[in-house]
């Protein structure tokens, strides 16, 4: 069955760096656009970053454009989120998250089960 | 602000209706990009409920159903049951955003 798990999170000073990562099996991780969406506390969900299934394309909500970086390893089925410059209102459960469907049409299938970033 | 405005609660008695709205606008809804549901329980992974406006994931019941119209699409519950009891949350595609779009979310208490 399909499995995404975060790891890398926790609690960090402002100005500094996490990463997180996203273990992918189950399915054919190639094959599929991943997503980031965090919620920080007592909010709602917010979409974060996107990476193209080939890596080719990334995209960012302008609140961490310039500071936070996604990536994927294709041939470890892993997906990351290198967040610099972290702020306060980074703090979130940050969720990875499979996209089904086409360049931008489409919808989160499988979620994981969420990581925790505390700054 | 959330792009997608949702109401923030909803409430029914358990085998009662309950309906949840989301109003987008042109650059989301209304130009054509469809809505999605997701389900979302207090320390659990969000649930896709809806996809495409109106298509349910295998072994989603069909108690859930989903519309579209323009620049607002609504999820309907019918039969309340009390593990509905969570929270709900639209999601679309913006085009001047560049950017994936979710409501504010909608809490659903059964009462």
């Known amino acids: 069955q399909v499995q995404l798990v975060e790891s890398g999170g926790g609690v960090a000073q402002p100005g500094n760096s996490l990463r997180l990562s996203c273990s992918a099996s189950g399915f054919t991780f190639r094959n599929h656009g991943m997503h980031w969406v965090r919620q920080a506390p007592g909010k709602g969900l917010e979409w974060v970053a996107v990476i193209w299934f080939d890596g080719s394309r990334d995209y960012y909500v302008d609140s961490v454009k310039g500071r936070f970086a996604i990536s994927r390893d294709n041939s470890r089925n892993t997906l990351y989120l290198q967040m610099n410059s972290l702020r306060a209102e980074d703090t979130a459960m940050y969720y990875c998250?499979?996209?089904?469907?086409?360049?931008?049409?489409?919808?989160?299938?499988?979620w994981g089960q969420g990581i925790l970033v505390t700054v | 602000q959330s792009v997608l405005t949702q109401p923030p609660s909803v409430s029914g008695a358990p085998g009662q209706r309950v309906t949840i709205s989301c109003t987008g606008s042109?650059?989301?809804?209304?130009?054509?990009?469809?809505v999605q549901w997701y389900q979302h329980l207090p320390e659990k992974a969000p649930k896709l409920l809806i996809y495409?406006?109106?298509n349910r994931p295998s072994g989603v019941p069909d108690r859930f159903s989903g519309s579209k119209s323009g620049t607002s699409a609504s999820l309907s519950i019918t039969w309340l049951q009390a593990e509905d009891e969570a929270d709900y949350y639209c999601?679309?595609?913006?085009?001047?955003?560049?950017?994936?779009?979710f409501g504010g979310g909608t809490k659903l208490a059964v009462l």
């Open positions: 042109y650059s989301n809804l209304g130009a054509g990009y469809d």
């Open positions: 998250a499979r996209f089904t469907g086409g360049d931008f049409e489409g919808y989160f299938d499988y």
């Open positions: 999601q679309s595609y913006d085009s001047s955003l560049s950017g994936w779009v």
């Open positions: 495409g406006s109106y």
